[in-house]
């Protein structure tokens, strides 16, 4: 089965990240979110993110108007029902994608794919709620999402073959690079990230340097575009955090024990360039 028509459940940071290379490559895009807001907010940012690959001329007025023609908004979850993949990108906490999920099913083809963007959550739990485990798999983005190359292809325990590759097409076809990893706690990427993340609070946490000093080494001595706290400051502390615990709990090993500091900066709603101030003060910053 070939996929055409793609919905993706939340309008987000990675959601309309998701939709806008989607729409880029062809595909028609069908964009949930519940709430109107979150949903404007996303179209204008695809058209914005569109928008600017024609003024640097990787897209043409009339390639950009053809992909915008092809995104299509709703609050409604019952419009979802043309879609032959959908992917879910919606708050990364277990009962909110399977609340999305459960709400989805009912209004979906039989032979509809299930792709959860989750970062940590387990695919195998996600996969277990559906009627479909077979038929659902992890599909990891990065953040921003058109920029990073990366999407890990997870299959939880049920997936089947035609899943991972139906997966791994619809990836490659909107210019990413599929990497299969098994469904362990953070998969590849925050189990290795993460963790250096955390480590990086700690050494602020215990005035080994300065948060500049902190990321400065990390640039300059390895070639890190950006530095760990810089990086937890675009990702969301909140998110930083939940990872973190996704590994602690999942391992019972105290090498993944969320930092103090990262726990304390969450209690104190600085999460980082989407609420103005995290590790650095972000008057009028890009939320990412
Ligand atoms: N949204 C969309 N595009 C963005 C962007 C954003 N938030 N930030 C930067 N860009 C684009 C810019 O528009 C620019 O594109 P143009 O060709 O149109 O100019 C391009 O990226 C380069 O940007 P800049 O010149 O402003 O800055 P830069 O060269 O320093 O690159 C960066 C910025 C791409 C973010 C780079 O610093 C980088 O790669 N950082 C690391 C990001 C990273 O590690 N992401 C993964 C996070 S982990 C995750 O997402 C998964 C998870 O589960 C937590």
Redesign the pocket.
């Known amino acids: 089965m070939e996929t055409k028509t793609v919905g993706v459940l939340g309008a987000g940071?990675?959601g309309h990240?998701i939709a806008q290379i989607l729409v880029r490559s062809g595909y028609t895009v069908l964009l949930h979110d519940l709430s109107q807001e979150f949903l404007e907010a996303g179209v204008g940012r695809i058209g914005k993110?569109l928008n600017?690959?024609v003024?640097?001329g990787?897209l043409t007025a009339e390639e950009c108007q053809k992909a915008l023609g092809r995104l299509k908004a709703t609050t409604r979850v019952s419009d979802l029902g043309e879609a032959n993949f959908i992917v879910e990108a919606v708050t990364e906490n277990f009962e909110v994608k399977a609340g999305a999920i459960r709400a989805i099913e009912p209004y979906s083809r039989p032979e509809v794919i299930f792709a959860s963007n989750t970062?940590?959550i387990s695919i195998t739990r996600l996969a277990a709620i559906t009627e479909r485990p077979d038929r659902f798999v992890g599909l990891?983005?990065?953040?921003?999402?058109?920029?990073?190359k990366l999407v890990e292809v997870v299959p939880g325990l049920a997936t089947c073959q035609e899943t991972i590759e139906a997966a791994e097409r619809l990836a490659t076809s909107a210019g990413k690079t599929p990497v299969r990893v098994n469904d362990g706690p953070g998969f590849v990427?925050?189990r290795l990230?993460?963790p250096m993340i955390n480590e990086a609070v700690y050494c602020l946490m215990e005035s080994v340097a300065e948060a500049k000093g902190i990321d400065d080494v990390m640039k300059l001595g390895m070639n890190?575009?950006?530095g760990p706290l810089?990086?937890a400051d675009?990702?969301g502390l909140d998110?930083?955090l939940d990872?973190m615990k996704v590994l602690y709990e999942s391992f019972r090993d105290s090498k993944y024990r969320p930092c103090p500091l990262l726990e304390k900066m969450v209690n104190a709603g600085r999460l980082g360039r989407k609420t103005g101030r995290g590790f650095y003060e972000y008057p009028q910053g890009?939320?990412?």
């Not at 990891?140 to 990073?148: C, K």
């Open positions: 940071t990675m990240g993110g600017r690959d003024e640097k990787r970062s940590s990891h983005f990065f953040n921003p999402v058109p920029v990073m990427s925050n990230l993460m890190h575009p950006m810089e990086l675009l990702i998110v930083c990872i890009r939320s990412g």
